[in-house]
């Protein structure tokens, strides 16, 4: 088995591990009356127990497993640890994308469990127990739903109808925990100026602000698997971080979409650590036409 292969599976029974404590977790969340913290002093900003429990179990078993990789996890770096980023292979790690929706029950959860090597990232695993639905990548292998179904459900055959403009497009975005009102107002304008006008309008037009629908469910690895899927057209957020992405950065790429941050298609791969992020799934209208790639990036930039 080569390495990325073990490392996957790896990932993957780990993943399923700590699903099924989210699941009994959330399922034991009034009776055992779980404790809930804010962070940063941000009441927007959660994190549970549970969050901390499998952040624990996954960076154990990494240590235990490959003692020579690094790692970087969403509770470990609240907890004030600074990370450098290297050339090792550094498993990259969210135990809850969703907190605020597990918390409530509301099942878009999911654990994210990303593996990069020389700063790229080749293994992805993201696993939502409450819809047991399981996304699975590495780098030049193709992306799977739960083992069998290949990355985006019904690309190539039959072909996605592409659609043609903005206007036919589901779009996804977030307004994370950041509430501050310069940054809210930011988030709420461009979701203002995705919905604001009727009709179809190219992508090369100026301020061809609208979309078919926005919509907003709570997981940043959740929602770019949907567009790895081929469920929504384009995912945008600004302000998550790189344990939110990395995992579903590969599925998304190994499924034929693209990601972007702020600077552009010419700049090599996105940053993971640059918190500016659209995702764009495969055969869409900017897919493979660099003219099309930069109207929409252009596009995006007038919505922001
Ligand atoms: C959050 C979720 C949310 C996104 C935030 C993330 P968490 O992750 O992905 O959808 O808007 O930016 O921080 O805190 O639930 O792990």
Known sequence: MNSTEHYLEFAINLAKQCGQIILDASNARYSTNSKIH????????LV?????????????????????????GEETMAAGYKHEFTDDPTWIVDPIDGTTNFIHGFPFVAVSIGLTINKEPVVGVVFNPFLNELYTARKGHGAFLNHTTRLPLSY???????????????????????????????????????????GAVSWSSKKAGLARGVRSIGSAALNICSIAMGRADIFYEFGCWEWDVTAALVILNEAGGIMVSAQG???????????????IRAGSPCDGDKDSKQSQLRLVREIW
């Open 156 to 198: 190539p055959n039959p072909p996605l109808q592409l659609p043609s403009s903005l206007a036919k497009c589901l779009v996804i975005t977030e307004f994370g925990s950041d509430r501050s009102d310069i940054t809210l107002s930011k988030k709420v304008n461009s979701v203002h100026n995705l919905l604001r006008k009727p």
């Open 38 to 45: 804010s962070k940063y002093g941000n009441q927007s900003d």
């Open 48 to 72: 549970t127990e549970t969050d901390q429990l499998v952040e624990e179990l996954i960076k154990s078993k990494v240590k235990e497993s490959f003692p020579e990789h690094r790692f970087i």
């Open 265 to 279: 298609y010419d700049e090599g791969p996105v940053d993971i650590f640059g918190r500016k992020y659209l995702a």
